[in-house]
């Protein structure tokens, strides 16, 4: 029988992340520029009930942490600020990826402090560009057949796990194809 424990938050862990993000959600609400009536019809909670969580009247439920911790990761303006946060779940993410904390790639460790003025002055094309040559070396790298990368730009998920074993024979195929037609060139 497989050891899930290392999925398992004990109730102490949740309790301790659940009260560090309490402590900070009137700072983090405030930075991101969002109100409690806004918060609260993304966590599908009355107001009243968010302000009693933010108050510390109430405990917040998990699922409300994770979406809050969610929200906050993604938010531009909060994301350094929770990521350095005791609120963040750092060591439960190093436990679910063996070790290592999840890396998010940053423009500015290439780019360098001016990052965020190069990238905002990229226009659509460039953009476009920038996103084909991540999705073809992704693709490579992962040693996923091409066809896949074409399927991102229509809109589809650009995972592994769309790709059947079909799509590979395919790819194989095809790659059988060229090289035979090569060859006789």
Partial sequence: MKNY??????????????????NELTTL???AGISQEEISAMLDVSRQTYGSIE???????????????????YNAKTHEIIRNSPAFPHEFIKRINNGSELNV?????????SADIIV???DAEALR??????????ARCA????????????????????????????????????EKRNGND
């Fill in 129 to 138: 560009t920038i996103k084909t040559l991540i999705l073809v070396e992704y």
């Fill in 143 to 178: 040693k996923i057949p091409g066809d896949a990368v074409v399927r991102s730009f229509d809109g589809v998920d650009f995972t592994p796990s769309i790709i059947t074993s079909e799509d590979v024979e395919a790819s194989k195929a095809l790659r059988r194809i060229r």
């Fill in 120 to 122: 905002s002055r990229l």
């Fill in 55 to 73: 108050r510390r009247d109430s405990k917040m439920s998990w699922s409300n942490y994770l979406s809050l911790i969610l929200f906050y990761d």
């Fill in 5 to 22: 424990s290392k999925w398992i938050l004990s109730d102490d862990e949740r309790s301790a992340l659940i009260e560090a993000l309490t």
């Fill in 29 to 31: 609400r405030a930075k």
């Fill in 105 to 113: 790639f940053d423009f500015k460790e290439l780019l360098g402090d």
